[in-house]
């Protein structure tokens, strides 16, 4: 994982592969609510929101606005009353499965326990 194809071309970390892949998955929530679109196909927003546990109402809806925009989470609402939303990974997010699936290894590895 060299950074020198990027030397004298970047500012920042942000400027690398390495920084953009950081963008999608960093922060305090994103793994968590990625965490949950894995384990369930689709899933409501109370009901994330009740897996989730900690995580305010205004906190989860920014967080998932700001993946849906950046193409990791797909939004499905329903045109009935009351009005039905449904969250879901999309193909980009999907993506991430390997990353996460080895972030777990890591942690079974390093954790001292087992599981």
């Given at each position: ?71 990791l989470v797909l939004r499905k609402e329903y045109p009935q009353i009351p009005p039905k939303v449904e969250y879901s990974l999309s193909d980009k997010g999907r993506s991430l499965l390997p990353i996460m699936e080895a972030m777990c ?11």
């Amino acid at each position: 994982m060299s950074m020198e194809p990027y030397e004298k071309r970047i500012q920042s970390l942000t400027d690398t592969p390495f920084g953009y892949t950081l963008s999608m998955i960093g922060g305090k929530w994103r793994l968590v609510i990625l965490y949950w679109l894995v384990e369930y196909e689709a899933i409501r927003f109370n009901e994330l929101q009740r897996k989730i546990g900690t995580i305010t109402y205004k906190t989860l809806s920014a967080q998932l606005k700001e993946m849906e925009a950046d193409g990791l989470v797909l939004r499905k609402e329903y045109p009935q009353i009351p009005p039905k939303v449904e969250y879901s990974l999309s193909d980009k997010g999907r993506s991430l499965l390997p990353i996460m699936e080895a972030m777990c290894q890591w942690g079974l590895d390093h954790s001292g326990r087992s599981y």
